[in-house]
């Protein structure tokens, strides 16, 4: 009898052990999802143009046709891509600062540029992680387009406040009013 009972008392040890192993691995946290390389997910922003005065100022400067370029890819990328990519951004920004000119070297791009710079390094420092996670990378996106859109309205306002322009416009105006 003492056989039986210590069986029994075996059997529901061992239900209770099964029971409690079976809610542990129910707590045990989920990992991300692998970036999916035919995803159709994307940010839903749009880029801001610039005026067309900006883009006659900017027309021979190669540097931000590239990041122009690029960033519209981005906008339209998957999490996949834009996490094989960040460090191609990284490098076209970086590029683009070194190489400013002149009249664009002020304080109000060079901000803009450094927001650009930070939220990249955000990107990348998700796109490092082992198992990256693509709602963050896409949040991540949208903060690097909007960074970008407000680079894009300084360029549009420096080529307006740039005095020669300003001056050829008067010019112009004084002109038209003659005739």
Known sequence: MNL???????IIILCFACKNEKETNF????????????S??????EL????????KDLQSFEDFKNL?????TLQNSNPYYINKHVDSLELLVQTFEENLSEDLNVNTINSRL???ATELGLL????????????KI?????????????LIIQLNELSLAIPENIEKELLRDEEKKEQ
């Open 48 to 55: 801001l143009k610039l005026s067309s005065q900006a883009e």
């Open 138 to 150: 896409l949040e991540a996106n949208a903060r690097i387009i909007k960074a970008y859109n407000s």
């Open 68 to 72: 122009q370029s690029f960033i519209t």
């Open 124 to 135: 990348k420092l998700l796109s490092e992680s082992k198992n990256p996670d693509a709602k």
């Open 114 to 116: 450094t927001v650009i």
């Open 4 to 10: 039986s009972r210590l069986l029994l008392l075996g």
């Open 40 to 45: 159709t997910e994307k940010i839903k922003l």
């Open 27 to 38: 707590n045990t946290p989920q990992l991300p999802a692998k970036l999916d390389s035919l």
